[in-house]
Structures are given as structure tokens and as C-alpha cells.
């Protein structure tokens, strides 16, 4: 087993700290710093040489500002002769820029895979993510782990009976497979038509909500709109009644009053992102440390991470 150390990048400190709590060991120290001119800045602060290291990171908004640090923070780390890097990203940004809709746009989730190669990262650890084909962006080896089984315990006891777990799109029924397997729930799948990257369109329902409490999951809320048009479909539908639940709760602008005010009685996010506001009351955070925890005690003892999948 190689000696290992973690360290904290500045996108969600309190995860950090409740993984290397949980895992019973300090994270590293090094300084992390942006430049008044919004450059960033990591100097390791502790010999990393011959050791494995693990950045954790998610790249969330400030999506840009955070991206850049974890390339940063790796090329420190490969000039101060690191044995190998991890970069465990919680929330991968710009998963959603998979593929190209026009023949003049970028694939960005690939770019920024092969960007964090080029900065010396040579594996990468993520949850939950938006579509599988980004794990083949990244050349070298790349977990997904999920965060559907501690989603699902905290689901359970607020689950009635008869509600039905809705997909909020076609991309996302494998995703809402699971969560309607492990909960024992039938599925319903809406079909989106999204106009821009705020305005979507809901345009059919296949399955039976009539007089249903739903369940709609999601990999991600951003906005609110895709699921504030579900709710409304689905309200349309008959249905009775609207829980949330989404690995990573972005919740940017006023994400959780559209939703309440749309009639979500409750939100189920992780914490692989910072906690929004919740002034309505409505969000319920569970959090990731226990699962990454596991993941890197198994990692950094060349274990494998099948249980976990
Ligand atoms: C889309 O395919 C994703 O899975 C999410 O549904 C979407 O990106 C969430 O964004 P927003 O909350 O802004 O609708």
C-alpha cells in the first residue's frame, strides 16, 4: 500500500471535511488562493513526493474558478513528484456538454477530461453522473460511484404507498429504474423537448399517476425548470401530491422557491455540492462523506470498488 494523502480543494470544504473526518485521518495543507485578477493559486505546503494523492473537488459554480483549480492543484502536485493523482470529483461540471447538438459546438466534458490528463490526474472518482459516455473522455481509469442506495434510505420512510417514481425525461429512466427497484415503486417517464438551456417542454407521459403521489428524480437540479414543467405535466396527469429528489442540488438562482411554489413538498439532494438556502423549509441533505469515505479507504488500499456501484 503506497503512502496516500487528501486534499481539499475550495469548492465544498464541509464535504472535505466530513470525508478525511470520516476516513480519520488530516487533510494536507497547502494554500489555495485567486489572484485579484481571478488567476488561481495552489502551493502544496507538504512533500508529496512518491506518494498517492487524492484532490477532492467538485467542480461545480463556480463551475469555471473550480475546474481550473483542480488542474492546478494537480500540476502541483505532479511537479512535486506525486506517485499517482486521484481527483475526486463529487459533481462533474459540464457532464451535460456531451455531445454536440449543431456541427459547430464544443464537447466540453470531453475537453475538460482530457485538460485534467494533461495536468498529471490519472484517475478519476465520480458520482452520479449526467451520461456514461464521459467516462470514456477521460484516458485512464474512472469510477462512477452512486449515491441511489443512502438517496433511497432517506426516501423510504416519506414514500407513500402508492406513489409512483416519475423520470423527468428519457435520459434519466435508467437512473429512475433504480431508484423504482430498490423503493419497490412503478415508474412513470415524461418525455422533454428542451428549447435552450433554461426552457424545457413537457410533451408525454407514459405511465399511470392518476390520484399518485410522484417521486421525480433527477441527476441534477440547476434551475428548477425541467422539474417545475414535470410537476405541472404531471399535475395535469392527476396526479396527488410531488416529492424531489436529485444527487446534485445545484439550486442556482431561486431554484427551491420555483419548486415550492410549484407544490414540491420536499427536496432530497446530496451534499457533493455546497448547501443552497433553504428558506422555504423544504430541502433534506444527505450527505456523500460516508460513501466517499468508504471509497477512498478502498482505494487506498488497491481494493476494489464493486460494493459500491
Ligand atoms: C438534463 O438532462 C438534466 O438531467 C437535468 O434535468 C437538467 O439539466 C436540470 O437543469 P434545470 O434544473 O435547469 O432544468
Redesign the pocket.
Known sequence: MAEFIVFAGSANPALAAAVVQALGVQAGTAQVERFPDGESSVKVLESVRGKDVYLLQPTCPPVNDNVMELLVFADACRRAAARRIHAIVPYYGYA?SDKRHGRREAITASMVALLMRAAGIDHVVTLDL?TDQVEGFFPGPFDTLTAVPPLCEALAPRLAADAVVVS??A??VKLATQYATRLDRPLAVLHKR?DS??R?EVTHLVGDVEGRPCLII??????????VESVAALREAGAAGFLVCATHG?L?RN?VDRLADAGVERLFVTDTVPPCDDRRGIVQVVSVAPLLAHALRQLTQDRSLQELF
Open positions: 451535460r449526467h423527468p425525461d435520459g434519466r428542451r438551456g433554461t424545457t433527477d441527476d441534477l437540479i440547476s434551475t428548477g425548470g425541467t422539474l445545484l442556482l431554484a
